[in-house]
């Protein structure tokens, strides 16, 4: 039996090492552990052995069956390991290469504008956050101290779902991003510092108005934030988003009913070959003039209260604008409409290659 055993050991670890691929090391696993296999038979010679005689080869049999399944493993392994590392030789790709009969697409300039203010953004220690399109009234209305009979609620006319059966108005396609700035208030604790980008919806339809339009809104909440902050971050977001040093602002009073003080911002303009350059100062050119650019102002005490926040702890500010509007002051496209018309000539005209390092790749202040 001692020879036996020795003897088969070193067969069938002989027979691993020779194994030459899954397959063979498989079968010698068949041959020595399957159901008929070799050790299998010799497991069970020990049920009919005396005590004694077991006591001796109860232990050597155990160890040539963990013998033999551990040079099954170490063999199965090394045999994988080889046939990955010979994959990854074989199989190299050179990913710089031109993508050869393929019809390269676009990137639609909303696409490439949000992209370009989500890193002019983040740049500033912001984050990007998103809700639904689907909104309810109190997160679009109501919580911006926009209450049921306020008449801002006809400048934002919308899609409306039908009534409840109390006669409440519960959905709406949102109007704006606003409703964003709730949802975070609501679930973060400040300080939040976020932007809202996304689709709106109002019912208005000419060249320079779609009922489906692109929005991006931003929030700060903290304490001791001042209009000082929020006029330095308009100044250096719209210097960075159309690449000038001579952006002039002016912060014009207005009122949104989640905002108190509200400003209108206007950016100076000049007229070069009949189209409107952003840029310059129109307090020292007759050749220019103001452009309204974004909405803006410190938020309302309400709205902070809204959201479960001490209006005496928290301050912050908030500012809106139209992405697509952004689009066509950087890029110059005339007709807000075209950009929902889907015409490939428009698209591969102003659209942008996929491996176009973004315009802002300089980053804010660069
Ligand atoms: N939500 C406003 C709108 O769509 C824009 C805005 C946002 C104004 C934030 C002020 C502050 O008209």
């Given at each position: 039996m001692t020879t036996d055993l020795d003897q088969l050991r070193t067969d069938l670890l002989g027979?691993?090492?020779a194994a030459a691929g899954l397959d063979a090391v498989e079968a010698v696993r068949v041959q020595a552990l399957g159901k008929q296999g070799v050790v299998t038979g010799l497991l069970k010679t020990l049920g009919g052995m005396s005590p004694e005689a077991r006591q001796v080869e109860g232990p050597r049999i155990h160890a040539l069956r963990e013998a033999v399944t551990e040079a099954l493993a170490a063999r199965k392994a090394g045999l994988e390991k080889a046939a990955l590392d010979a994959r990854l030789a074989s199989e190299t790709i050179d990913m710089t290469l031109p993508v050869d009969?393929?019809?390269?697409?676009?990137?639609?300039?909303?696409?490439?504008?949000?992209?370009?203010?989500?890193e002019i953004f983040a740049d500033l220690g912001f984050a990007v956050a998103t809700g639904p399109e689907i909104e309810d009234d109190w997160h679009n209305f109501t919580a911006l101290n926009i209450p049921e009979t306020h008449p801002a609620r006809a400048m934002h006319d919308t899609f409306y779902f039908p009534r409840e059966e109390d006669g409440s108005q519960k959905y709406l396609l949102?109007?704006?991003?606003?409703?964003?700035?709730i949802r975070t208030m609501v679930q973060d604790k400040p300080p939040?510092?976020?932007?809202?980008?996304?689709?709106?919806?109002?019912?208005?339809?000419?060249?320079?108005?779609?009922?489906?339009?692109?929005?991006?809104?931003?929030?700060v909440i903290d304490k001791g934030i001042t209009l000082g902050h929020l006029k330095w971050t308009l100044e250096t977001f719209l210097k960075a988003f159309f690449e000038r040093d001579d952006i002039v602002l002016r912060l014009r009073p207005s009122y949104f009913p989640f905002t108190e003080p509200s400003a209108e911002v206007d950016v100076g303009f000049t007229w070069q070959n009949g189209k409107r350059v952003i840029g310059g100062d129109p307090r020292k050119s007759d050749n220019g003039g103001?452009?309204?650019v974004l909405g803006s102002g410190?938020?309302?005490?309400?709205?902070?209260?809204?959201?479960g926040l001490d209006p005496n702890e928290w301050q912050g500010f908030a500012f809106g604008t139209g992405v697509d509007r952004l689009a066509m002051l950087k890029y110059g496209m005339d007709d807000l409409r075209a950009f929902f018309d889907g015409d490939l000539r428009w698209l591969r005209h102003y659209g942008f290659s996929a491996l176009d390092i973004p315009t802002l790749s300089g980053g804010v202040g660069a």
């Amino acid at each position: 039996m001692t020879t036996d055993l020795d003897q088969l050991r070193t067969d069938l670890l002989g027979s691993i090492e020779a194994a030459a691929g899954l397959d063979a090391v498989e079968a010698v696993r068949v041959q020595a552990l399957g159901k008929q296999g070799v050790v299998t038979g010799l497991l069970k010679t020990l049920g009919g052995m005396s005590p004694e005689a077991r006591q001796v080869e109860g232990p050597r049999i155990h160890a040539l069956r963990e013998a033999v399944t551990e040079a099954l493993a170490a063999r199965k392994a090394g045999l994988e390991k080889a046939a990955l590392d010979a994959r990854l030789a074989s199989e190299t790709i050179d990913m710089t290469l031109p993508v050869d009969g393929v019809p390269a697409g676009s990137v639609h300039p909303v696409s490439q504008v949000m992209d370009e203010l989500a890193e002019i953004f983040a740049d500033l220690g912001f984050a990007v956050a998103t809700g639904p399109e689907i909104e309810d009234d109190w997160h679009n209305f109501t919580a911006l101290n926009i209450p049921e009979t306020h008449p801002a609620r006809a400048m934002h006319d919308t899609f409306y779902f039908p009534r409840e059966e109390d006669g409440s108005q519960k959905y709406l396609l949102r109007t704006h991003t606003s409703p964003v700035q709730i949802r975070t208030m609501v679930q973060d604790k400040p300080p939040i510092r976020i932007i809202a980008p996304g689709r709106v919806y109002r019912s208005d339809s000419d060249a320079t108005h779609t009922p489906m339009f692109h929005q991006i809104e931003g929030l700060v909440i903290d304490k001791g934030i001042t209009l000082g902050h929020l006029k330095w971050t308009l100044e250096t977001f719209l210097k960075a988003f159309f690449e000038r040093d001579d952006i002039v602002l002016r912060l014009r009073p207005s009122y949104f009913p989640f905002t108190e003080p509200s400003a209108e911002v206007d950016v100076g303009f000049t007229w070069q070959n009949g189209k409107r350059v952003i840029g310059g100062d129109p307090r020292k050119s007759d050749n220019g003039g103001w452009m309204e650019v974004l909405g803006s102002g410190m938020v309302h005490r309400k709205v902070i209260e809204s959201c479960g926040l001490d209006p005496n702890e928290w301050q912050g500010f908030a500012f809106g604008t139209g992405v697509d509007r952004l689009a066509m002051l950087k890029y110059g496209m005339d007709d807000l409409r075209a950009f929902f018309d889907g015409d490939l000539r428009w698209l591969r005209h102003y659209g942008f290659s996929a491996l176009d390092i973004p315009t802002l790749s300089g980053g804010v202040g660069a």
